[in-house]
């Protein structure tokens, strides 16, 4: 059994939908954003789905090929996002992005010489001004 857990997928939005609004609300409290995506049913319905921010993705400027494009904050966690493309079965390629979710890294120095120690005055200081 495929383990999809802390993984997702991105695609381009259908031609039945169009995002239409985007904007804040509070929530008992808690400011957010939200999104109205606009959809019709099969039947012909319209209908209006909200889409709550929980995160945000930031360009991952690197020049390893393995890295994500894309890294960002994700409800306390990580996400990072890689750019993919598929072939749709007619020939064309289809672009989307590939969505990964752990914990936050901590963070390492990248020159692990000891931090410096500012001068230490070696005579008394009688003119200080107040």
Avoid at 9 to 27: C, H, V, Y
Avoid at 64 to 88: C, F, L, S, V
Wanted: charge should be negative; proline fraction near 8%.
């Amino acid at each position: 059994m495929y383990d999809n857990t802390d993984s997702g997928a991105a695609f381009p939005i259908k031609t039945t939908q169009k995002m239409i609004l985007s904007g804040p609300i509070n929530d008992n409290g808690n400011d957010t954003q939200v999104a109205v995506v606009k959809s019709e049913l099969p039947d012909g319905r319209s209908i209006f789905d909200l889409y709550q921010k929980v995160g945000t993705l930031f360009d991952n400027e690197t020049e390893n090929p393995k890295a994500p494009a894309y890294t960002g904050p994700w409800n306390g966690r990580r996400i990072a996002a890689w750019t993919q493309e598929k072939d749709d079965g007619d020939g064309n390629t289809q672009r989307y992005m590939s969505l990964k979710i752990s914990d936050k890294r901590e963070q390492t120095a990248v020159n692990d010489a000891p931090t410096p120690v500012p001068n230490q005055i070696s005579e008394p200081v009688d003119d200080i001004p107040f």
